[in-house]
């Protein structure tokens, strides 16, 4: 059988990243660019390819079988339309899957990065071989992606799977999506370091404000994380408080979807038990033992890397390949 090539791009407000693999699951090169997000959608396209064809097999002169991109930002699946991303200024409506094909004339496909991630995780990280699971990622936001039947699952119009924005306190503070009480404005990395803030505004103490040298705008969820290691405990309760937002978020989706595993990653779940034990502990109050019994949840395996081996993991998803290894 001939050997396929294929090109991954993990496309990010700061850094572009691509790399080329084999269909043997192997990260032959890989290289990072600065997509310098401020000069604009042409520009940071134009990095896009650069940065595509520095990883091109022979220098742009072989066959590459397709090219897969992941974007931070919600993509209309079934049309490649990528309708707006936050961290992108002037990247909306775009119709990048077209414009990557013409451009770079092999297959192209376009995914949203949580939903790319939650295929890297089910093709070469924690979920694989499971074919009904949801992956979290949770960090400066809350994003998801839902592999069902072993298809990456989209919904209707493609903006399926958006777990973050799961309404989860009906008073609870205004999301940046103009929802109330997402999942992502109660548990976030940014939410985490909000609760801290609120609490210490009230007089409340806290290791955290020597950490911070006094100044609340500083505190980020990793410094709470540390302190709540040392057994701070505004910290510890407001991990805790994190978890058990998380952990009703997943007792909602295994009644709703009954999947046989949850995958949690990002970089809030670094905190390990300061989250899960409180997420677990939720579920298992939560849920009947009929659902919990037989879904796991798990840490993501695949760390930072997880964007190149998702887009890579569409692009054999799409082709209908499986990775010979």
């Known amino acids: 059988m001939t050997s ?9 407000g700061t850094q572009i990243r691509a790399a080329r693999f084999s269909d043997a699951g192997e990260m032959q090169q890989r290289v990072a660019l600065e997509t310098k997000a401020e000069e ?12 595509i064809q520095q990883v091109w097999p022979g220098n742009g002169t072989e066959e590459v079988a397709a090219v897969g991109l992941g974007v931070p930002g919600p993509i209309n699946f079934k049309e490649g339309l990528l309708r707006f991303a936050p961290n992108l200024p002037g990247w909306v409506n775009v119709p990048l899957r ?25 093709r070469f990280g924690a979920g694989k071989d499971v074919h009904h699971m949801v992956y979290m990622t949770i960090s400066t936001g809350i994003g998801g992606g839902m592999i069902f039947d072993n298809r990456l699952f989209t919904g209707g119009h493609g903006l ?7 309404a989860i306190d009906p008073n609870g503070p205004k999301c940046s999506c103009g929802n109330v009480g997402c999942l992502e404005v109660l548990a976030s990395g940014t939410a985490i ?10 007089g409340e103490l806290s290791k955290l404000l020597n950490m911070v040298e006094g100044d609340l705008s500083r505190i980020t969820a990793k410094q709470i994380g540390a302190a709540a290691r040392q057994g701070d405990p505004l910290a510890i309760a407001v991990y805790e408080e994190a978890g058990i937002y998380v952990g009703a978020a997943l007792v909602s989706l295994m009644y709703m979807l009954n999947p046989t595993l949850f995958v949690l990653g990002g970089s809030v779940t670094l905190a390990g038990d300061l989250l899960f034990e409180p997420i677990r502990r939720t579920v298992d109050s939560r849920a009947p033992k009929a659902y919990r019994e037989k879904t796991r949840i798990v840490s993501a395996e ?5 964007g190149l081996w998702g887009a890579f993991a569409l692009c054999l998803m799409e082709m209908g390949h499986s990775p010979h290894i």
């Open 160 to 166: 399926g799977g958006e777990v973050g924005h799961m």
């Open 193 to 202: 370091a909000r609760r801290a803030r609120e609490r210490l505004a009230t």
């Open 98 to 122: 077209d414009r990557l094909r013409q451009d770079l004339g092999v297959p192209a496909f376009v995914g949203n990065d949580a939903d790319v991630a939650a295929l890297a995780e089910n």
């Open 4 to 12: 396929s090539t294929f090109i991954a791009v993990d496309l990010g």
């Open 40 to 51: 604009g959608f042409e520009a940071v396209l134009g990095r896009v390819k650069a940065a």
């Open 302 to 306: 695949l760390g930072s890397d997880v």
